[in-house]
Every structure is written in structure tokens, then in C-alpha cells.
């Protein structure tokens, strides 16, 4: 069994929301809950963890069988990245995320700017890291089976750091992949949703909420 609560204060405000803005609220879930049924393929039915590592913070998930059994959340957050970048470097905060986005390499940045963007970055992604290792050992503790996860999903705007994927499975020994937040939504084959890819991982978690919506069948 499986028990998800709200406090009912919080609901009855987002209700009341939804209400007075003339629409009709149909299930509510935790966010984390909705981003795994998005991004986990259907037939994925191991233990699985997902890490949601946006801005301001970073969430883990820990699933089985699709289910949401444990979450967790760090302040270790996407922004501090710029900020290391923007003293290391002593550049604008703006060109901090420009660097950021598109010359930090975490795999095999070993001389001149790019070695520099590696030193400034590298303890906020090992304290990521850490925070990461730590759940996982008490997954692997608590859960029913003792197990590892089988695969990591990413999803947030830091996901995209390039060479955090090589650098987080190395670091963990699990297979870790970009989540891909249409895996489970049946498009016809010559429809392809005019969504940049990156923006699209701003909606993982509406699209995990029409997906249960539509498996209900209530309204849709």
C-alpha cells in the first residue's frame, strides 16, 4: 500500500483556485509521482530513481514497478552552478550561464577554460553526487528486494549539463539516461509536437497528469 497525503489547508487553497478560475479539478497527485509515469517507458518494471534537478533544487524519486515508493528533497541547486562559474571566472551572471550551457564539459575538460569551468563547477556536482550515493545506499537498505536501481532518469533544466550523464553513472555504477518526456504518449507517426526539446522537460509533469487522467477516463 502506497498512501499519499496533503495537508488539507494546501489542498482546499489549490482548490479554490482552480475553482474561482472556472475549471473543474479532476485528481491531484504529488509532482514527482506524475513525472514518473511520464518519463518511465511502460514496460520498464525494475526499480528505478529519478532526479529532477532544476534551479532552485534538486528531488529524487525512488519507483517500482512505475509506483512511487520514496522521495526526497536537497538544496543543491542548478543556480548555484552559475554562481561558481560567475566567481571562478569573474564574468557576468549572464555569461556565467551561457558558459554553463554551452562550454562546461564534465568528461574530459583537462586543460585551459574548460579545465578552469571544470574546478569552478565540480563541488556543487560531486555534493549532487553525494546527496545522490546517500539515498541510493538506503533504497538499497529499505527497499523490499535490497537492490540497486536499475536505471536513473533525468529530468530539469540541469539535467542537460553536458557530460553529467557519463559523469553520474560513473560515479554511482548504474546506467543513467535523459528522461524523455513523450515515451509514453501515443503520437501518430508523422506528428511531432512543435516543442523544443529542453522546453519540453518543463511539462513532464503535465503530461504525467493527462496520462492518469486518461487512464481514468473521467472527463477526457
Request: hydrophobic share 45%; aromatic share 10%; net charge negative.
Amino acid at each position: 500500500v502506497v498512501l499519499r497525503a496533503f495537508p488539507r489547508e494546501g489542498v482546499m487553497t489549490y482548490l479554490e483556485v482552480i475553482q474561482k478560475s472556472g475549471a473543474t479539478p479532476i485528481l491531484a497527485e504529488p509532482e514527482l509521482a506524475a513525472i514518473v509515469r511520464a518519463i518511465v517507458p511502460n514496460h520498464f518494471e525494475g526499480d528505478g530513481m529519478l532526479i529532477d534537478w532544476g534551479r532552485g533544487r534538486a528531488s529524487f524519486a525512488f519507483f517500482k514497478q512505475g509506483i512511487v515508493h520514496f522521495t526526497a528533497t536537497v538544496p543543491v541547486a542548478g543556480q548555484s552552478l552559475a554562481d561558481a562559474i560567475k566567481q571562478k571566472m569573474n564574468v557576468s551572471i549572464e555569461e556565467a550561464v551561457r558558459l554553463k550551457e554551452q562550454e562546461v564539459n564534465l568528461i574530459g575538460a583537462k586543460e585551459g577554460r574548460a579545465a578552469e569551468l571544470f574546478t569552478a563547477i565540480e563541488p556543487v556536482v560531486k555534493s549532487l553526487t553525494a546527496e545522490a550515493d546517500r539515498y541510493i545506499r538506503y533504497w538499497q537498505t529499505h527497499s523490499e528486494d535490497q537492490k540497486l536501481p536499475q536505471r536513473i532518469y533525468l529530468t530539469g533544466g540541469e539535467s542537460y549539463l553536458k557530460g553529467f550523464v557519463e559523469y553520474l553513472s560513473a560515479a554511482t555504477g548504474i546506467d543513467v539516461v535523459i528522461a524523455d518526456p513523450w515515451v509514453n504518449v501515443g503520437f501518430p507517426h508523422y506528428y511531432v509536437p512543435k516543442v523544443p526539446w529542453k522546453e519540453s522537460l518543463r511539462f513532464v509533469s503535465n503530461i504525467g497528469l493527462l496520462l492518469r487522467a486518461l487512464d481514468e477516463n473521467t472527463y477526457l
